[in-house]
């Protein structure tokens, strides 16, 4: 067991985009590429001051969209550098392009996304469209539920996207107002060098490859025996097998985020479930409810609240949802009756949001599965508040007991 | 031609090239092959100056100022068939590869 050596920090009343701002910082990248967009500007305008203020020796980049920021950060990390960004809604879908080519070269950038909603029509407040529609770009995607968590996981993300085993981008999303304008204490570290230094063991050191007989840095340094070139032509011939190794690297992403998690925590004394999943009160429960973003926050208030009148009901939240973890939501909800799934996302198909099919598909390997029914909840920034999550708990209630018929999907807090 | 390649353990990751463009041999991608009928080709040389891929080469005489024949290289070759389209004497027929 190793020990735990919690580091001096200090409370700040910091937003969720300036826990974000902070966290990076502290991480101090090389280049910072940026294009203003609500609910996520504040993020980048903080960095900039903090630029600006000399802080940090970031190279900040003022570029003129989220395609440019993302091209910026592409070609910031095939140098071999520490890039970030962030982004939300519409500047995320204009980005989409590329962030299938910062996963494919394998480029270790780093996101913030404050979750909006993609217009149209257009509306700037939260819900998980926008990062449920870029889940199979090859990044890996962390989902925060405050802004403490905000600040410890983007430095996280950073040590997460630079294992040699990963090498894979990283998506860090909080909810849009909710989370990223509301100000709440939040603990940062005293000494900045406790992240660079400590923690991400200085400048980022790109990976090692063997190319045609030598060794060289996975990155566009000119001092490489022979050049690397990033992004030639890929065809039928051998794109598979990249897309393979993709695979592979998603896969080794699952374990990479939970030792970093681990390793922070003892930097920090602080921990969110095992970084993967948080389970709250599911030991004995019999309905369990998974979401992901800050509604778990109002769940567990209305749990508490169930509990108190005995009825066993627990709370899964997904903090990793790529690599989806699907071992873990079977080895959690193996003796639930009754999944209750809570996507705040819009769902265009005939059976659900994302998080209900692919929790559903998971438990579809148990031998006796439970009943798993899905509520979609919370578009654009519509109100979730305990009272609309307790009827839907009620309604899971009802399903264990044989009172209620279960259905596919449900959404609530929509008027009739 | 169809030499195994090797397989995604054994590659470099991130997609980069890991051998020079000369070993690597675009002639599989083709699926027609040009042929030349040495009888009728009239030595014009249009073939060789409209391949994109250089994939045709002029067969000197030791002076080096006349040309004997053109022929194909068929590793680079992807086989798109313009020599065929070009000849003005159709002496470039365009066969289906067997592999």
């Avoid at chain 1, 967009?37 to 970031?58: K, W």
């Avoid at chain 1, 705040?344 to 148990?366: I, K, N, S, V, W």
């Avoid at chain 2, 051998?19 to 040389?45: A, H, M, Q």
């Avoid at chain 2, 080469?57 to 313009?82: E, F, P």
Wanted: hydrophobic share 40%.
């Amino acid at each position: 067991m190793l020990k735990e050596e919690v580091v001096g920090q200090e409370e700040r009343l910091l937003n969720g985009d300036e826990a974000a701002a902070w966290a990076a910082y502290h991480v101090e990248p090389d280049v910072v590429a940026a294009y203003p967009i609500t609910p996520q500007t504040i993020i980048v305008e903080r960095f900039s001051e903090f630029v600006a203020d000399g802080l940090v020796r970031t190279e900040f980049v003022s570029v003129e969209s989220e395609h440019s920021a993302m091209s910026a950060c592409v070609g910031a990390a095939a140098a071999g550098g520490r890039a970030f960004t962030a982004t939300a809604a519409n500047g995320l879908q204009l980005m989409n392009e590329i962030l299938y080519i910062a996963s494919t070269l394998r480029l270790p950038i780093v996101m913030a996304i404050a979750n909006r909603a993609v217009s149209g029509p257009i509306n700037i407040h939260c819900d998980h469209t926008d990062a449920m529609n870029v889940r199979d770009a090859g990044w890996v995607m962390l989902f925060c539920e405050d802004a403490q968590e905000v600040y410890d996981t983007i430095i996280q993300a950073f040590k997460i996207a630079e294992n040699p085993n990963v090498l894979l981008p990283v998506m860090v999303s909080f909810d849009g107002f909710l989370i990223s304008h509301t100000a709440q204490k939040v603990k940062v570290f005293k000494d900045p060098s406790v992240v660079r230094e400590k923690f991400l063991g200085g400048p980022r050191k790109p990976a090692k490859i063997k190319l045609m007989g030598h060794e060289v840095e996975l990155s566009l340094n000119p001092k490489n025996p022979i050049p690397v070139t990033f992004g030639p032509l890929d065809l039928y011939d051998y794109y598979f097998e990249h897309k393979r190794q993709q695979s592979l690297a998603m896969q080794n992403a699952y374990e990479v985020v939970k030792e970093v998690h681990e390793e922070y925590a003892r930097l920090s004394g602080r921990r969110y479930g095992d970084g993967v999943t948080v389970p709250y009160r599911l030991e004995d429960a019999e309905i369990a409810v998974v979401a992901m973003g800050s509604a778990p926050g109002t769940m567990r208030y209305v749990i508490d609240e169930m509990r108190d009148e005995g009825i066993k009901i627990g709370l899964l939240r997904i903090r990793l949802f790529r690599p989806f973890p699907y071992r873990d939501i079977i080895e959690k909800l193996r003796n639930v009756k009754v999944v209750g799934v809570f996507d705040r996302a819009q769902d265009q198909g005939m059976m659900g949001g994302p998080l209900f099919l692919e929790t559903r598909a998971a438990l579809y390997e148990l031998e006796s599965r439970p009943k798993v029914v899905n509520y979609v909840f919370g578009l654009g920034g519509r109100d979730a508040p305990p009272e609309m999550f307790r009827e839907a708990f009620d309604e899971l209630v009802g399903i264990n007991k044989g009172t209620i018929k279960p259905f596919i999907r449900k959404y609530i807090g929509v008027r009739e | 031609m169809s030499e195994k390649k090797p397989g995604w353990k054994e590659i470099p990751i991130a997609g980069v090239p890991f051998i020079s463009s000369l070993e690597y041999k675009t002639g599989d991608w083709r699926v027609f092959k040009p042929v030349i009928d040495d009888d009728k080709c009239i030595k014009c040389l249009l073939c060789n100056i409209y391949c994109p891929d250089m994939a045709i080469h002029v067969k000197w005489d030791d002076t080096g100022n006349k040309a004997l024949g053109v022929y194909v290289n068929y590793d680079y070759c992807k086989g798109c068939g313009i020599c065929a389209d070009i000849c003005p004497v159709k002496a470039i027929t365009m066969v289906k590869e067997e592999r």
